[in-house]
Protein backbone atom coordinates (compact mmCIF):
# COMPACT_ATOMS: atom_id res chain seq x y z
CA UNK A 1 0.00 0.00 0.00
CA UNK A 2 1.62 3.22 -0.83
CA UNK A 3 0.98 6.13 1.21
CA UNK A 4 1.18 10.19 0.36
CA UNK A 5 4.10 11.79 1.92
CA UNK A 6 3.14 13.74 5.19
CA UNK A 7 4.56 17.21 5.23
CA UNK A 8 4.32 19.23 8.63
CA UNK A 9 4.65 23.19 8.53
CA UNK A 10 6.39 24.14 12.30
CA UNK A 11 7.49 26.97 13.92
CA UNK A 12 6.40 29.34 16.27
CA UNK A 13 3.24 31.63 16.34
CA UNK A 14 2.89 34.29 14.07
CA UNK A 15 6.00 33.53 11.21
CA UNK A 16 2.82 32.73 8.52
CA UNK A 17 2.60 29.05 8.82
CA UNK A 18 -1.03 29.11 7.78
CA UNK A 19 -0.47 31.76 4.92
CA UNK A 20 1.77 29.06 3.58
CA UNK A 21 -0.65 26.07 4.10
CA UNK A 22 -3.11 28.43 2.21
CA UNK A 23 -0.55 28.86 -0.56
CA UNK A 24 0.54 25.63 -0.84
CA UNK A 25 -3.06 24.13 -1.02
CA UNK A 26 -4.11 27.12 -3.71
CA UNK A 27 -7.35 27.53 -1.49
CA UNK A 28 -7.86 29.80 1.60
CA UNK A 29 -8.74 27.45 4.63
CA UNK A 30 -6.99 28.48 7.54
CA UNK A 31 -7.90 31.38 8.90
CA UNK A 32 -5.10 33.86 8.75
CA UNK A 33 -4.29 37.03 11.40
CA UNK A 34 -1.91 38.85 12.68
CA UNK A 35 -2.58 37.71 16.70
CA UNK A 36 -0.52 35.07 17.66
CA UNK A 37 -2.59 31.59 18.23
CA UNK A 38 -5.27 32.60 15.45
CA UNK A 39 -5.48 28.97 13.91
CA UNK A 40 -7.86 27.12 15.66
CA UNK A 41 -8.47 23.95 13.94
CA UNK A 42 -6.22 20.77 12.70
CA UNK A 43 -5.89 21.89 9.42
CA UNK A 44 -4.56 19.76 6.82
CA UNK A 45 -4.99 18.87 2.97
CA UNK A 46 -3.41 17.09 0.05
CA UNK A 47 -1.72 18.78 -2.63
CA UNK A 48 0.45 17.86 -5.45
CA UNK A 49 3.75 19.89 -7.35
CA UNK A 50 5.56 18.27 -9.81
CA UNK A 51 3.23 15.61 -10.11
CA UNK A 52 4.34 14.24 -6.73
CA UNK A 53 1.38 14.12 -4.62
CA UNK A 54 1.82 14.88 -0.45
CA UNK A 55 -0.64 15.34 2.73
CA UNK A 56 0.25 18.74 4.13
CA UNK A 57 -0.14 19.69 7.86
CA UNK A 58 -0.21 23.41 9.44
CA UNK A 59 0.21 22.42 13.12
CA UNK A 60 -0.57 25.47 14.31
CA UNK A 61 -3.82 24.01 14.59
CA UNK A 62 -2.30 21.55 17.22
CA UNK A 63 -1.33 24.75 19.19
CA UNK A 64 -4.68 26.00 20.48
CA UNK A 65 -5.36 22.42 22.10
CA UNK A 66 -2.85 23.29 25.38
CA UNK A 67 -5.09 26.90 26.07
CA UNK A 68 -2.95 29.52 23.80
CA UNK A 69 -4.26 32.63 24.85
CA UNK A 70 -5.58 34.93 22.22
CA UNK A 71 -4.78 37.99 22.71
CA UNK A 72 -1.79 39.36 20.83
CA UNK A 73 1.62 38.33 22.72
CA UNK A 74 5.10 38.72 22.51
CA UNK A 75 6.62 36.58 19.57
CA UNK A 76 9.10 35.62 22.05
CA UNK A 77 7.34 35.31 25.16
CA UNK A 78 8.32 32.41 27.25
CA UNK A 79 4.94 30.62 27.63
CA UNK A 80 5.15 29.48 24.06
CA UNK A 81 8.16 27.55 23.95
CA UNK A 82 7.34 24.62 25.28
CA UNK A 83 4.01 23.84 23.02
CA UNK A 84 6.17 24.68 20.20
CA UNK A 85 8.78 22.02 21.50
CA UNK A 86 6.03 19.35 21.34
CA UNK A 87 4.89 20.88 18.08
CA UNK A 88 8.49 20.16 16.90
CA UNK A 89 8.74 16.95 18.60
CA UNK A 90 5.32 15.68 17.04
CA UNK A 91 6.65 16.44 13.41
CA UNK A 92 9.45 14.65 14.11
CA UNK A 93 8.19 11.63 14.86
CA UNK A 94 5.24 11.43 12.68
CA UNK A 95 5.51 13.78 9.55
CA UNK A 96 8.29 12.04 6.57
CA UNK A 97 9.43 15.90 5.80
CA UNK A 98 9.44 19.32 8.36
CA UNK A 99 9.42 22.31 6.72
CA UNK A 100 10.43 25.30 9.78
CA UNK A 101 8.73 28.04 9.33
CA UNK A 102 11.03 31.29 10.45
CA UNK A 103 10.05 35.48 10.19
CA UNK A 104 12.67 36.80 7.82
CA UNK A 105 12.26 40.35 9.08
CA UNK A 106 12.53 39.54 12.66
CA UNK A 107 15.56 37.30 12.52
CA UNK A 108 16.56 34.31 14.33
CA UNK A 109 14.80 33.99 18.00
CA UNK A 110 15.51 31.72 21.11
CA UNK A 111 12.63 29.87 20.08
CA UNK A 112 13.63 29.20 16.06
CA UNK A 113 17.17 28.13 17.88
CA UNK A 114 15.16 25.27 20.20
CA UNK A 115 13.12 24.24 17.14
CA UNK A 116 16.36 24.17 15.28
CA UNK A 117 18.36 22.28 17.93
CA UNK A 118 15.26 19.30 18.32
CA UNK A 119 15.04 18.90 14.40
CA UNK A 120 19.15 18.72 14.22
CA UNK A 121 18.47 15.73 15.97
CA UNK A 122 15.87 13.83 13.80
CA UNK A 123 17.03 11.72 10.55
CA UNK A 124 14.11 13.67 8.60
CA UNK A 125 14.48 15.69 5.77
CA UNK A 126 14.27 19.75 7.13
CA UNK A 127 13.73 22.08 4.97
CA UNK A 128 13.73 26.01 6.44
CA UNK A 129 11.23 28.80 4.71
CA UNK A 130 12.18 32.36 5.43
CA UNK A 131 9.26 34.00 5.32
CA UNK A 132 8.07 37.61 4.44
CA UNK A 133 11.03 38.71 2.39
CA UNK A 134 8.93 40.20 0.02
CA UNK A 135 11.96 41.84 -1.93
CA UNK A 136 15.15 41.28 -3.14
CA UNK A 137 16.55 43.60 -0.45
CA UNK A 138 15.00 41.80 2.16
CA UNK A 139 15.79 38.49 0.81
CA UNK A 140 18.99 38.95 2.20
CA UNK A 141 18.24 38.64 5.64
CA UNK A 142 18.21 34.90 4.51
CA UNK A 143 21.61 34.61 5.45
CA UNK A 144 21.20 35.04 9.49
CA UNK A 145 19.56 32.17 9.44
CA UNK A 146 22.48 29.85 8.39
CA UNK A 147 23.47 29.86 11.62
CA UNK A 148 20.21 27.38 12.91
CA UNK A 149 22.62 24.81 10.73
CA UNK A 150 19.99 23.16 9.07
CA UNK A 151 20.81 23.06 5.59
CA UNK A 152 19.39 25.43 2.66
CA UNK A 153 17.59 28.14 4.09
CA UNK A 154 14.45 29.19 1.26
CA UNK A 155 13.69 33.41 1.27
CA UNK A 156 9.92 32.98 0.80
CA UNK A 157 6.76 35.35 0.89
CA UNK A 158 4.13 32.87 1.46
CA UNK A 159 1.47 36.26 1.39
CA UNK A 160 3.01 37.16 -2.32
CA UNK A 161 4.11 33.84 -3.11
CA UNK A 162 7.70 34.59 -4.04
CA UNK A 163 9.93 31.77 -3.44
CA UNK A 164 7.48 28.95 -2.62
CA UNK A 165 8.13 27.40 -6.25
CA UNK A 166 11.98 26.68 -5.04
CA UNK A 167 10.64 25.97 -1.61
CA UNK A 168 8.25 23.16 -3.30
CA UNK A 169 10.78 22.01 -5.61
CA UNK A 170 12.99 20.99 -3.46
CA UNK A 171 10.44 19.72 -0.72
CA UNK A 172 9.69 17.11 -3.83
CA UNK A 173 13.06 16.05 -4.46
CA UNK A 174 13.53 15.65 -0.50
CA UNK A 175 10.39 13.24 -0.67
CA UNK A 176 10.70 9.33 0.93
CA UNK A 177 9.91 6.53 -0.67
CA UNK A 178 7.04 5.39 1.42
CA UNK A 179 6.08 2.10 -0.31
CA UNK A 180 7.65 -1.45 -0.49
CA UNK A 181 7.17 -4.44 -2.01
CA UNK A 182 5.75 -6.02 0.94
CA UNK A 183 2.95 -3.14 1.55
CA UNK A 184 1.92 -3.72 -2.17
CA UNK A 185 1.99 -7.53 -0.89
CA UNK A 186 0.33 -7.00 2.45
CA UNK A 187 -3.38 -8.37 1.72
CA UNK A 188 -4.56 -7.85 5.65
CA UNK A 189 -7.49 -5.36 6.39
CA UNK A 190 -5.98 -2.56 8.12
CA UNK A 191 -7.38 -1.17 10.60
CA UNK A 192 -6.74 2.18 12.66
CA UNK A 193 -7.99 3.51 15.50
CA UNK A 194 -8.80 6.67 16.30
CA UNK A 195 -9.75 8.75 19.35
CA UNK A 196 -9.73 11.54 21.79
CA UNK A 197 -6.97 10.66 24.27
CA UNK A 198 -8.45 8.21 27.40
CA UNK A 199 -11.19 7.29 25.67
CA UNK A 200 -10.32 3.28 25.78
CA UNK A 201 -7.86 2.85 22.66
CA UNK A 202 -5.02 0.59 24.48
CA UNK A 203 -7.24 -1.12 26.70
CA UNK A 204 -9.30 -2.06 23.30
CA UNK A 205 -5.49 -2.61 21.62
CA UNK A 206 -4.70 -5.62 24.41
CA UNK A 207 -8.51 -6.69 24.40
CA UNK A 208 -8.07 -7.47 20.50
CA UNK A 209 -4.78 -8.80 20.82
CA UNK A 210 -5.46 -11.19 23.76
CA UNK A 211 -5.25 -14.81 24.19
CA UNK A 212 -8.42 -15.67 22.12
CA UNK A 213 -6.48 -14.26 18.77
CA UNK A 214 -3.59 -15.16 17.23
CA UNK A 215 -0.01 -12.76 17.40
CA UNK A 216 1.07 -12.84 13.70
CA UNK A 217 3.56 -10.53 13.74
CA UNK A 218 4.75 -7.17 15.08
CA UNK A 219 5.74 -5.16 12.27
CA UNK A 220 6.96 -1.60 11.76
CA UNK A 221 4.50 0.95 10.68
CA UNK A 222 5.24 3.80 8.87
CA UNK A 223 5.75 6.42 11.74
CA UNK A 224 9.70 5.48 13.22
CA UNK A 225 8.49 4.55 16.56
CA UNK A 226 4.89 2.95 15.87
CA UNK A 227 4.45 -0.67 15.92
CA UNK A 228 1.75 -2.22 13.71
CA UNK A 229 0.42 -6.01 14.91
CA UNK A 230 -0.77 -8.45 12.76
CA UNK A 231 -3.39 -10.37 14.59
CA UNK A 232 -5.16 -13.35 12.69
CA UNK A 233 -9.22 -14.53 13.14
CA UNK A 234 -11.46 -16.92 11.22
CA UNK A 235 -8.47 -16.99 8.44
CA UNK A 236 -8.29 -13.35 7.81
CA UNK A 237 -5.43 -11.28 8.87
CA UNK A 238 -5.71 -7.59 10.63
CA UNK A 239 -3.34 -5.36 11.20
CA UNK A 240 -4.06 -3.07 13.78
CA UNK A 241 -2.23 0.70 13.35
CA UNK A 242 -0.49 2.24 16.39
CA UNK A 243 -2.22 6.03 15.75
CA UNK A 244 -0.80 7.10 19.77
CA UNK A 245 1.95 4.99 21.26
CA UNK A 246 -1.19 3.33 22.88
CA UNK A 247 1.09 0.30 23.96
CA UNK A 248 3.62 2.37 25.50
CA UNK A 249 1.64 4.74 27.70
CA UNK A 250 3.94 5.71 30.11
CA UNK A 251 7.23 6.04 28.19
CA UNK A 252 5.06 9.03 26.49
CA UNK A 253 5.47 12.66 27.38
CA UNK A 254 1.64 13.04 28.51
CA UNK A 255 1.13 16.47 26.55
CA UNK A 256 2.20 15.20 23.61
CA UNK A 257 -1.10 12.46 22.95
CA UNK A 258 -2.70 16.31 22.96
CA UNK A 259 -0.91 16.65 19.27
CA UNK A 260 -1.28 12.94 17.93
CA UNK A 261 -3.06 14.32 14.72
CA UNK A 262 -0.22 14.17 12.50
CA UNK A 263 -0.46 10.32 13.62
CA UNK A 264 -3.96 9.86 13.42
CA UNK A 265 -3.90 11.62 9.87
CA UNK A 266 -1.06 9.15 8.23
CA UNK A 267 -2.74 6.24 10.07
CA UNK A 268 -6.16 7.13 8.31
CA UNK A 269 -4.45 7.12 4.91
CA UNK A 270 -3.26 3.95 5.52
CA UNK A 271 -6.51 2.25 6.86
CA UNK A 272 -8.96 0.26 5.54
CA UNK A 273 -11.27 0.75 8.24
CA UNK A 274 -11.69 2.79 10.90
CA UNK A 275 -12.60 2.37 14.46
CA UNK A 276 -13.85 5.49 15.74
CA UNK A 277 -14.04 5.50 19.77
CA UNK A 278 -16.09 7.61 21.73
CA UNK A 279 -16.15 7.82 25.77
CA UNK A 280 -19.88 6.96 26.55
CA UNK A 281 -19.59 8.82 29.92
CA UNK A 282 -18.03 12.04 28.93
CA UNK A 283 -20.02 11.83 25.98
CA UNK A 284 -19.47 13.84 22.15
CA UNK A 285 -17.10 16.28 22.48
CA UNK A 286 -15.94 19.05 19.32
CA UNK A 287 -12.39 17.01 19.73
CA UNK A 288 -14.90 14.02 18.46
CA UNK A 289 -16.04 16.08 15.82
CA UNK A 290 -12.83 16.75 14.57
CA UNK A 291 -12.12 13.12 14.15
CA UNK A 292 -15.01 12.84 12.65
CA UNK A 293 -14.26 15.05 10.12
CA UNK A 294 -11.09 13.30 9.32
CA UNK A 295 -12.66 10.56 8.58
CA UNK A 296 -15.23 11.52 5.67
CA UNK A 297 -12.08 13.70 3.98
CA UNK A 298 -10.81 10.28 3.31
CA UNK A 299 -11.88 6.80 1.47
CA UNK A 300 -11.30 4.40 4.58
CA UNK A 301 -14.45 2.31 6.32
CA UNK A 302 -15.99 3.35 9.40
CA UNK A 303 -17.26 1.99 12.17
CA UNK A 304 -18.34 4.20 15.64
CA UNK A 305 -17.43 2.45 19.27
CA UNK A 306 -19.07 4.10 22.22
CA UNK A 307 -16.98 2.72 25.05
CA UNK A 308 -17.06 2.47 28.45
CA UNK A 309 -21.09 0.96 27.97
CA UNK A 310 -20.81 -0.83 30.87
CA UNK A 311 -20.38 2.39 33.11
CA UNK A 312 -23.74 3.52 32.03
CA UNK A 313 -27.09 3.24 33.78
CA UNK A 314 -29.28 1.71 31.50
CA UNK A 315 -33.16 1.10 30.93
CA UNK A 316 -34.71 -0.56 27.70
CA UNK A 317 -34.72 3.26 25.87
CA UNK A 318 -30.94 3.74 26.83
CA UNK A 319 -28.89 2.29 24.01
CA UNK A 320 -31.39 3.54 21.51
CA UNK A 321 -31.42 6.99 22.86
CA UNK A 322 -27.64 7.08 22.66
CA UNK A 323 -27.65 6.55 19.40
CA UNK A 324 -30.33 8.62 18.16
CA UNK A 325 -28.05 11.40 19.68
CA UNK A 326 -24.61 10.14 18.53
CA UNK A 327 -26.08 9.87 14.89
CA UNK A 328 -27.46 13.36 15.66
CA UNK A 329 -24.04 15.02 16.31
CA UNK A 330 -22.26 13.37 13.56
CA UNK A 331 -24.89 13.82 10.76
CA UNK A 332 -22.34 13.51 8.44
CA UNK A 333 -21.52 9.34 9.04
CA UNK A 334 -25.20 8.84 8.72
CA UNK A 335 -23.93 5.57 7.23
CA UNK A 336 -21.78 4.39 10.27
CA UNK A 337 -22.86 1.61 11.70
CA UNK A 338 -22.36 1.98 15.57
CA UNK A 339 -21.44 -0.60 18.29
CA UNK A 340 -22.40 0.11 22.23
CA UNK A 341 -19.00 -1.92 23.99
CA UNK A 342 -17.03 -2.04 27.06
CA UNK A 343 -13.18 -2.54 26.13
CA UNK A 344 -12.61 -3.19 29.96
CA UNK A 345 -15.00 -5.94 30.19
CA UNK A 346 -14.99 -7.29 26.88
CA UNK A 347 -19.06 -6.88 26.09
CA UNK A 348 -19.72 -6.80 22.66
CA UNK A 349 -15.61 -6.51 21.56
CA UNK A 350 -16.29 -10.14 19.92
CA UNK A 351 -18.53 -8.49 17.73
CA UNK A 352 -15.69 -5.68 16.53
CA UNK A 353 -13.76 -7.86 13.83
CA UNK A 354 -17.00 -9.11 12.06
CA UNK A 355 -18.45 -5.39 11.73
CA UNK A 356 -14.83 -4.87 10.20
CA UNK A 357 -15.11 -7.38 7.68
CA UNK A 358 -18.44 -6.32 6.58
CA UNK A 359 -17.21 -2.90 5.92
CA UNK A 360 -13.86 -3.94 4.14
CA UNK A 361 -16.22 -5.94 1.78
CA UNK A 362 -18.76 -2.93 1.13
CA UNK A 363 -15.58 -0.72 -0.14
CA UNK A 364 -14.90 -3.48 -2.82
CA UNK A 365 -18.96 -4.08 -3.44
CA UNK A 366 -19.36 -3.76 -7.43
CA UNK A 367 -23.10 -2.65 -8.81
CA UNK A 368 -23.69 -4.12 -12.43
CA UNK A 369 -24.53 -2.13 -14.96
CA UNK A 370 -27.69 -2.69 -16.25
CA UNK A 371 -28.64 -2.40 -12.45
CA UNK A 372 -27.41 1.04 -11.62
CA UNK A 373 -29.36 1.84 -14.98
CA UNK A 374 -32.32 0.56 -13.53
CA UNK A 375 -32.35 2.07 -10.46
CA UNK A 376 -31.38 5.97 -11.53
CA UNK A 377 -34.31 5.35 -14.58
CA UNK A 378 -36.83 4.67 -11.35
CA UNK A 379 -35.38 7.25 -9.13
CA UNK A 380 -35.71 9.94 -12.05
CA UNK A 381 -38.97 8.79 -12.92
CA UNK A 382 -39.70 8.96 -9.09
CA UNK A 383 -38.60 12.64 -8.80
CA UNK A 384 -37.47 14.23 -11.86
CA UNK A 385 -34.58 16.24 -12.53
CA UNK A 386 -35.49 20.30 -11.15
CA UNK A 387 -35.46 22.51 -14.55
CA UNK A 388 -32.98 25.87 -14.67
CA UNK A 389 -34.22 28.35 -16.88
CA UNK A 390 -36.49 26.40 -18.62
CA UNK A 391 -34.80 23.60 -19.26
CA UNK A 392 -33.69 20.56 -17.37
CA UNK A 393 -31.30 17.89 -17.02
CA UNK A 394 -31.26 14.69 -19.00
CA UNK A 395 -29.54 11.45 -17.65
CA UNK A 396 -28.20 9.18 -20.17
CA UNK A 397 -27.23 6.51 -18.11
CA UNK A 398 -24.41 5.73 -15.01
CA UNK A 399 -21.94 3.15 -14.44
CA UNK A 400 -19.34 2.76 -11.61
CA UNK A 401 -15.99 3.79 -12.04
CA UNK A 402 -14.20 2.38 -9.22
CA UNK A 403 -13.92 0.47 -5.52
CA UNK A 404 -12.74 1.33 -2.03
CA UNK A 405 -14.62 3.63 -2.02
CA UNK A 406 -17.40 2.78 -4.63
CA UNK A 407 -17.18 5.36 -7.25
CA UNK A 408 -20.79 6.06 -9.64
CA UNK A 409 -20.92 8.03 -12.49
CA UNK A 410 -24.14 9.98 -14.17
CA UNK A 411 -23.90 11.20 -17.37
CA UNK A 412 -26.38 13.87 -18.39
CA UNK A 413 -26.68 16.72 -21.15
CA UNK A 414 -25.65 19.33 -18.70
CA UNK A 415 -24.42 18.63 -15.26
CA UNK A 416 -24.49 22.70 -14.13
CA UNK A 417 -28.35 22.15 -13.93
CA UNK A 418 -28.47 19.67 -11.14
CA UNK A 419 -28.12 21.21 -7.89
CA UNK A 420 -26.92 19.60 -4.95
CA UNK A 421 -30.47 18.74 -3.31
CA UNK A 422 -30.96 16.52 -6.13
CA UNK A 423 -27.62 15.10 -6.13
CA UNK A 424 -27.98 13.72 -2.48
CA UNK A 425 -31.23 12.59 -3.28
CA UNK A 426 -30.08 10.56 -6.03
CA UNK A 427 -26.92 9.33 -2.88
CA UNK A 428 -29.90 8.64 -0.46
CA UNK A 429 -32.00 6.32 -3.17
CA UNK A 430 -28.51 4.48 -3.77
CA UNK A 431 -27.81 3.73 -0.80
CA UNK A 432 -31.53 2.48 -0.03
CA UNK A 433 -30.76 -0.06 -2.67
CA UNK A 434 -27.19 -0.80 -1.81
CA UNK A 435 -26.74 0.20 1.77
CA UNK A 436 -22.95 0.56 1.70
CA UNK A 437 -22.83 0.36 5.66
CA UNK A 438 -19.69 1.98 6.86
CA UNK A 439 -18.40 3.35 3.57
CA UNK A 440 -18.77 6.55 1.87
CA UNK A 441 -19.42 6.89 -1.60
CA UNK A 442 -18.58 9.35 -4.15
CA UNK A 443 -21.24 10.57 -7.47
CA UNK A 444 -19.90 12.51 -9.91
CA UNK A 445 -21.88 13.94 -12.60
CA UNK A 446 -20.17 14.39 -16.28
CA UNK A 447 -21.53 15.55 -19.36
CA UNK A 448 -21.86 13.05 -21.99
CA UNK A 449 -19.17 13.96 -24.00
CA UNK A 450 -16.92 14.12 -21.17
CA UNK A 451 -16.28 10.25 -20.47
CA UNK A 452 -12.90 10.13 -18.71
CA UNK A 453 -13.34 7.63 -16.07
CA UNK A 454 -13.19 4.34 -16.85
CA UNK A 455 -14.46 1.01 -15.06
Do not use: C
Request: aromatic share 8%; net charge neutral.
Amino acid sequence: MSTKPLVALVGRPNVGKSTLFNRIVGRRMAVVSETAGTTRDRLYADSEWGGVSFSLVDTGGIEVTTGWHTEPLSEDSERFLPFIRQQAAVAIRDADIVILVVDGQVGVTAADQEVADILRQSNKPVLVAANKLESSKLAENVYEFYELALGEVFPISALHGYGTGDLLDAMVTAVPRTATEDDEEDTSIKIAMLGRPNVGKSTLVNKLIGEERVIVSPIAGTTRDAIDTKIKWHGQEFTLIDTAGIRRRGKIDPGIEKYSVLRAMKALKRADVVLMLLDAESGLLAQDAHVAGMITDETAGAIVLVNKWDAIEKDTYTMKEYEEKVRQELNFLPYVPILFISAMTGQRVSRILPHVMDVNEARYQRIPTSALNKFMRDAITQHPPPGKGGRRAKFFYVTQASVAPPTFVFFVNNPDWLNFGYKRFLENRLREQWPFTGVPIRLFFRARSEDRFGK
